[in-house]
Nanobody, 116 residues
């Protein structure tokens, strides 16, 4: 079973930046995709960004131009660089590994709070 470990959350002021990391115990190339979801209190979990095994990326409209997903294939790690953060970005951010058989593995989540 692949293990997924997230890090990098915290408290930041509006307009600030944070970088999340997600390390997987298996090879990125064996996964269909990896990505980040978030869930704010009282709201459904939503896709933030994803990166496919070939490197293609996908973003939610709400984060386009502010967030960047990237990966280090040597470390089997993906990153989410979050700039120009807004209070509405406050949520628990989850890393997910998606497999070709449509199964998935989720991380434990990391809290991101944007507040002055």
């Amino acid at each position: 079973q692949v293990q997924v470990v997230e890090s990098g959350g915290g408290l930041v002021q509006p307009g600030g930046s944070l970088r999340l990391s997600c390390a997987a115990s298996g090879s990125i190339y064996s996964f269909y995709a990896m990505g980040w979801y978030r869930q704010a209190p009282g709201k459904q979990r939503e896709l933030v960004a994803s990166i496919g095994s070939g490197g293609s990326t996908n973003y939610a409209d709400s984060v386009k131009g502010r967030f960047t997903i990237s990966r280090d294939t040597a470390k089997n790690t993906i990153y989410l660089q979050m700039n120009s953060l807004k209070p509405e970005d406050t949520a628990v951010y989850y890393c997910v590994v998606e497999y070709y058989d449509r199964d998935s593995t989720w991380g434990q989540g990391t809290q991101v709070t944007v507040s002055s």
